[in-house]
């Protein structure tokens, strides 16, 4: 599996911004597509995924409420629709793609399989 990821920039605060990420190659028939972000020093964060049969999406509270993620099944894309940005968001966000989901380690970075190069989104004041 290919991932491509899209969409990152440079946005004020309180700006928005719209990530994509396109699939290519096999894909099973129960995987998950997340976004996580990795900020200059830190661990790479879980920021939200969906479950691509059901759409179940799941979120982490930083983002809860701000970010939506959705997708495009016809174009095997997931986006990742980010509002009311602040500087603690900037970050290079990865699309990674998920074989075999569980649900209760949905949000561990160490059960994706495969991953994209990293957009960057950099929020400015």
């Known amino acids: 599996v290919q991932l491509q990821a899209s969409g990152g920039g440079l946005v004020q605060t309180g700006g928005s911004l719209r990530l994509s990420c396109a699939a290519s190659?096999?894909?099973?028939?129960?995987?998950?597509m997340g976004w996580f972000r990795q900020a200059p020093g830190k661990e790479r964060d879980f920021v939200a995924s969906i479950r691509w049969s059901t759409g179940a999406t799941y979120y982490a509270d930083s983002v809860k409420g701000r970010f939506a993620i959705s997708r495009d099944r016809a174009k095997n894309t997931v986006h990742l629709q980010m509002n009311s940005l602040n500087a603690e968001d900037t970050a290079v966000y990865y699309c990674?793609?998920?074989?075999?989901?569980?649900?209760?380690?949905?949000?561990?970075?160490?059960?994706?399989?495969?991953w994209g190069q990293g957009t960057l989104v950099t929020v400015s004041s």
């Open positions: 190659g096999r894909t099973s028939s129960n995987y998950a």
């Open positions: 990674a793609y998920n074989e075999g989901v569980i649900t209760t380690t949905i949000r561990s970075p160490n059960m994706y399989d495969y």
